[in-house]
């Protein structure tokens, strides 16, 4: 059985290989909120709106770090009051779940926010909604990590779910579709530099 050799190797392509690499970095760094969408490739938001509607979410959310590096900012919301939400809202990097899952890197799922000691009702304050439940998951771009995307079960949801909660599945699930995303936009970056 062969193997497709894509490997390229040679003396001659460890410079253009270098100066691709340092050019990759220098772009994953500027990814921001101001100019998240205008990386995304076609199929990016259908994905991820499926992954919405497997785990029963009421919507999810791309936050995505700001260019001063002090807020989490939503680019992409599938609520009914995404306008409003996209209009008005920040996460702060010093408050809240969403910030939590951020500095630490990790993906997390809690079931009970009103006990969660992190919770930040700012964003539920806005939007006049009450959050019971959120998954999220860190957002890594080109290698760096550049947002969270996260997703809710709020409490006017709760006769429409009969457990009103998502499961450590729903976690696994949930992560691996994000990073399934990431990877997308990863490749849609990578041809885009080398105008493939």
């Known amino acids: 059985m ?17 100066m691709l690499a340092q050019h990759i970095a220098e ?25 919405f509607w497997m785990v029963k979410a009421a919507e999810g959310t791309v936050w995505i770090l700001n260019e001063e ?6 680019v992409l919301n599938t609520g009914p009051k995404a306008a409003l ?14 910030s939590l ?10 079931n009970r926010m009103q006990e969660h000691p992190k919770i930040d009702r700012t964003t539920d304050r806005k939007l ?12 890594r771009i080109l290698g760096q990590l550049r947002g969270i995307v996260s997703c809710v079960i709020l409490a006017q949801q709760k006769p429409e779910r009969l457990d ?3 499961s450590e599945k729903d976690l696994e ?8 995303f990431g990877q997308l936009l990863d490749c849609h970056l990578v041809s885009r530099t080398l105008g493939l």
Not at 2 to 18: F, H, I, Q
Not at 69 to 74: E, F
Request: hydrophobic residues 50%; proline residues 5%; negative net charge.
């Open 164 to 166: 009103a909660s998502f």
């Open 85 to 98: 939400m996209l209009a008005s809202v920040t996460q702060p990097l010093t408050a809240g779940c969403i």
């Open 101 to 110: 899952s951020f500095a630490t890197g990790q993906a997390f799922v809690e």
């Open 69 to 74: 590096q002090t807020h989490l900012v939503p």
């Open 128 to 139: 006049g909604e009450i959050t019971v439940a959120m998954m999220a998951a860190p957002l």
């Open 173 to 180: 699930l949930f992560t691996f579709y994000v990073q399934v």
């Open 27 to 51: 772009c994953a760094r500027e990814i921001n909120s101001g100019n998240f969408l205008s990386i995304l490739p076609q199929g990016g938001e259908m994905l991820l709106r499926h992954l």
């Open 2 to 18: 062969s193997t497709l050799a894509l490997a390229v190797t040679g003396s001659e392509l460890d410079k253009p290989r270098a």
